[in-house]
């Protein structure tokens, strides 16, 4: 029982992931890529041009491979580890970095699968040490006012509905 | 288990509309996204079938804005109602921090309302989380129909745990932004 615990991010592990993200693009050719939790919330991005809502994307990838997992169960098989739908112009490839969190990659046809699949299996042994490995950065802490500056913020928000 | 991204400035919490197939979950997702400044909502995303019953999930994500220099994100999720979709509602649970049970007040709902009650119960232990932190509040809608329970009778029948209990009609929205506030004051002063 009392599993809680969240998905923190600090400053160190933002920069590597975003660095090792853009690298991981330029080398695939990939269009767009996004780290996010197994939630659902995105976490970074890294795109030149191609930006689609990522919001309503991380929680439709993180839905669709929670549901591929169960498929997996249910198959009998140990696990999935990842996500692909292929389309006439663009190719989708969801694969689980740690137990929180997962990278999405999309590509259209002026690459291939292969080296997607290829680079981003090596990025996310990377991603992996970033996310579970010893980190010396101090965690910061909430502003010990954010609830009650959330609070007014909300009543701002909601009032007159 | 709020996703808080220091780097990014941001922290984001998921809530879950749980109950019975046709207890007004979906509707207070549709009246919210109407409601609310556009400004702060994003894309109401409905996985549903042709007859418009929830499949998988509904989604709206709401921005508070920037509080104390972090952008603030609730994603509010419902979960399909139909019993035989249990498999599905599991992964809508995974990583909640509040959830919004929405109890049709119908008495004819008993049954249905008592299973679903049950039902998330199981689920939430099942996946093994500290219920302590977990933001929770009773929504008793459809208080405009007649043939309803008292607020007192579906108290008793449905609220073991004491929480805040909100009375609503998702379809005229009474109720529907109250609700929602306290659950996200709750998800907030327990995980922080």
Redesign the interface.
Known sequence: ???????????????RCDDLLQKLKDVSGSSFLALI?????P??TASDEYHP?T??LA??AA?SF??TQ?LAKILDENEFTLLFHEGKGLNLHVSQVTDQVLLIVTFGHATQVGKVRLYTQRAIEVLRQIFEGPDDET??E??A???A???T???D??KD? | ????????RE??Y?IVYYGCGLCGKTTNLQYIHR???PD?R??L?SIATEEERTL??D?L??T??T????Q??F?L?TVPGQSYYN??RK??L???DGVIFVADSQITRLDENVESYLNLWDNLLG????LS??GFVIQMNKRDLTDIFSVEDLNELLNHTDSPVAESSAVT?EG??ET??VV??QV??K??
């Open positions: 029982m009392a599993r809680r615990k969240g998905l923190v991010i600090n400053d160190r592990q933002l920069d939790s197994t939630s659902g919330q976490i970074t809502e919001l309503s929680s439709l839905s929670a549901a169960q965690m910061p909430m502003d006012d954010f609830e500056a959330a609070g913020a909300m009543d928000l909601f509905m | 288990m709020p996703l808080i991204n220091f780097a990014a922290i984001n998921k409601k609310i400044n702060a994003g894309k995303v998988y999930f989604f994500p709401l508070l804005g509080v104390k220099g972090m603030t994100r994603h999720y498999a599905s992964l809508v995974q990583g909640v996946q093994g989380d500290d932190k977990l929205g529907v932004f929602l506030k996200c004051k907030i002063a995980t922080g």
